[in-house]
């Protein structure tokens, strides 16, 4: 079955949020000696787990989500979707996708959800669907894909992706993916009103499909993010 989907990656353990929320920073190989991090968010409901951004990982870390619960669910925020048909195949998970995706079902902001207590943001404005999600606990968690990434020194970054990483600008807390709006801009527009609606949702912590985890104050910080990168003239 695994020669049939992208090979699994190093990854660390997955690490608790809150109760009932976890992620698991993995890693994808951009190009040659180009090794990213990116995560997957794991949200359970009475034994059912929804994989956010989903990653596929090694038998041992999937022992280990499997003492957690059952995978039911799978979310796709934006463009993180080539482990989703290995736990498609693996766990028949339903795939929920804020883009139109074969076999899934959309997320909308006024539409079913994979489970209670969540919401979905998605953007008016960009080029291509792009979405977000809100969980409505401990002060509330926001998990976004590319738009919004907490870049933070990793082990599992190769030295060919911290060079490339800092180069593009990754380098400030709760950035604004700098190639992400470069290709979902559309011409002679701008995102600062989707950002905008974006801050003004309530929630203390943040993490993005890339990056670290931001455990505080995060409300206050993707808003200096966005006058840093959309400054009022």
């Keep these: 079955m695994s020669n049939r989907f992208p090979k699994e990656m190093p990854h660390d353990p997955i690490e608790r949020i809150f109760d009932g929320a976890w992620y698991v920073t993995g890693t994808v190989m ?14 359970r409901h009475e ?28 979310v796709s925020l934006g463009g993180h979707a080539m482990d989703n ?6 766990y028949g998970a339903k795939l929920w996708s804020v883009r139109p995706t074969a076999g899934a079902d959309e997320l909308t902001e006024d539409g079913p959800m994979p489970l209670p207590g969540v919401t979905v943001f998605r953007f008016h404005d960009t080029v291509q669907p792009e979405g977000a999600l809100l969980v409505e606990r401990e002060g509330g968690l926001l998990i976004t894909c590319d738009a919004v990434q907490h870049w933070v020194p990793h082990r599992l970054m190769s030295i060919g992706a911290r060079l490339i990483t800092s180069l593009l600008g990754f380098q400030h807390p709760a950035q604004l993916g700098p190639p992400w709006r470069k290709v979902m801009t559309p011409p ?28 505080d104050n995060a409300v206050a910080v993707l808003q200096a993010s966005i006058e840093r990168n959309y400054p009022r003239g």
């Design 30 to 43: 951009l190009k040659p000696l180009v090794r990213l991090i990116r995560n997957m968010v794991v949200l």
């Design 47 to 74: 034994g059912n787990l929804t994989l956010v951004n989903p990653v596929r990982l090694t038998n041992e870390g999937e022992a280990e989500l499997e003492r957690l619960g059952k995978v039911t669910h799978l």
């Design 85 to 90: 048909p290995y736990y498609v195949d693996r």
């Design 188 to 215: 002679g527009g701008s995102l600062r009103a989707d950002f905008e609606r974006l801050a003004a949702l309530p929630f203390d912590r943040l993490i993005g499909g890339h990056g670290g985890l931001l455990r």
